[in-house]
């Protein structure tokens, strides 16, 4: 009996340790925005193998990294699901309602929204969205003062068709995720440009370049369309990763016209939880969180108004971009410039400040290497034939 005292109380310690190393990213003046995929959350057949284990992981970087909106995918048993809400009582939660067993979901703070509605969309393509996962949107009011009264948030979490299989079945899953993505695109731009709303997901593939080889991103459509911005672009920039066995970003957070002013620049991370969390990606989760903040205020700002000029300086000079900038994010010449067209792929890699023969009337993006190879600022911009406009 006093063997297995010690064992329990060994347990609770190191339960205790774990939630101390886990940071909160909560803060009251914003919304602090997470998707993650919970691989095979709940099943007995897939994913990893002690559920009783995942859950309480789950539930403690639920519970202290206290965000207000989780968008969860592969939800794979709602008896687990139901225990996940129950131990979480902060949150209250939405789960899909499709056949599938990898449903998806959304947890968000019972005291800072009002909930509205949920549904399911785009049922013609059914096929294209993994076979029937549908897009799943949740209708939420933020009542946080500074949000404008009456102003509904959506929120579509999204599980893409998996680029698996042989080569063929490759291919025809890009096509699948191109066809999603465009339907998905069209259905939200009818809600109008003043549409504050969140797409959160495992889009199963990547912003920059496609994750088959050879392929451009299938979010094309997405990235030519400058109304939106995706928070999660930069990540893919600078080469990060949001699942443990890859090297890509297959998970990713997108905001509307509505939503663009209120995201917070340079917040997005991946939160890698197996620096709090041992064998992370056996006992928890094949996928990191991937994390975004927005502002709370209600802020109507053309997009004009979201031109940065403070940071750097870009002149044409012939044929030549130059770069300059404040003294603390200069680029000196022991830097480097990647500079990426919009369908991601390498335009120029240059050290110093100078950009040779760009090409005129079209949108960049860029990352900025220090001497070690840290990503010093990440954004995009547009050469209008005659100067540069910069955007963060």
Request: hydrophobic fraction near 40%.
């Amino acid at each position: 009996m006093g063997r297995r005292f010690r064992i329990f109380t060994f347990l609770i310690c190191f339960g205790s340790v774990l939630n101390a190393q886990i940071p909160n990213m909560n803060s009251s003046d914003r919304l602090d925005v997470a998707t993650w995929n919970l691989e095979w959350f709940g099943s007995t057949s897939n994913g990893p193998t002690d559920n009783e284990r995942q859950l309480q992981y789950a539930t403690d970087l639920i519970n202290t990294l206290n965000l207000d909106i989780i968008a969860l995918q592969e939800v794979s048993d709602v008896a687990y699901w139901n225990r996940l809400l129950l131990n979480c009582p902060n949150y209250t939660g939405v789960l899909s309602t499709w056949s599938q067993t990898q449903k998806t979901a959304i947890l968000f703070k019972k005291t800072e929204f009002e909930f509205l509605y949920q549904k399911h969309v785009l049922a013609n393509f059914d096929y294209d969205f993994g076979s029937g996962r549908l897009p799943l949107e949740v209708g939420l009011i933020p009542k946080n003062a500074k949000w404008a009264a009456d102003d509904t948030l959506r929120i579509w979490v999204l599980h893409m068709k998996a680029n698996t299989g042989s080569s063929s079945q490759k291919v025809l899953a890009y096509n699948r995720r191109y066809n999603a993505g465009v339907a998905l695109k069209m259905y939200i731009d009818k809600l109008g440009t003043a549409n504050k709303g969140l797409v959160m997901g495992d889009w199963n593939d990547d912003f920059d370049q496609s994750i088959l080889s050879g392929y451009a991103t299938p979010y094309q459509n997405w990235m030519k369309d400058t109304q939106y911005a995706i928070t999660s672009y930069p990540l893919s920039l600078a080469k990060e990763r949001s699942t443990v066995g890859y090297s890509d970003m297959i998970d990713h957070i997108a905001c509307t016209p509505g939503m663009k002013s209120h995201w917070v620049r340079d917040s997005s991370s991946i939160l890698y939880a197996d620096k709090w969390i041992s064998n992370y990606g056996n006992v928890v989760s094949d996928h990191f969180p991937v994390y975004s903040r927005f502002s709370m205020e209600s802020l109507a700002k053309s997009l004009n108004s979201e031109v940065i000029k403070s940071y750097y300086s870009l002149v044409l000079v012939g044929e030549d971009l130059l770069f300059s900038g404040e003294a603390e994010l200069s680029v000196a010449q022991q830097n480097q410039v990647l500079v990426f067209d919009m369908l991601g792929r390498l335009y120029s890699q240059t050290s110093g400040n100078r950009i040779a023969n760009v090409t005129r009337d079209q949108w960049f993006s860029y990352a900025i290497k220090g001497a070690s190879g840290e990503i010093i600022r990440t954004g995009m911009f547009f050469i209008d034939g005659t100067s540069a406009v910069f955007y963060r």
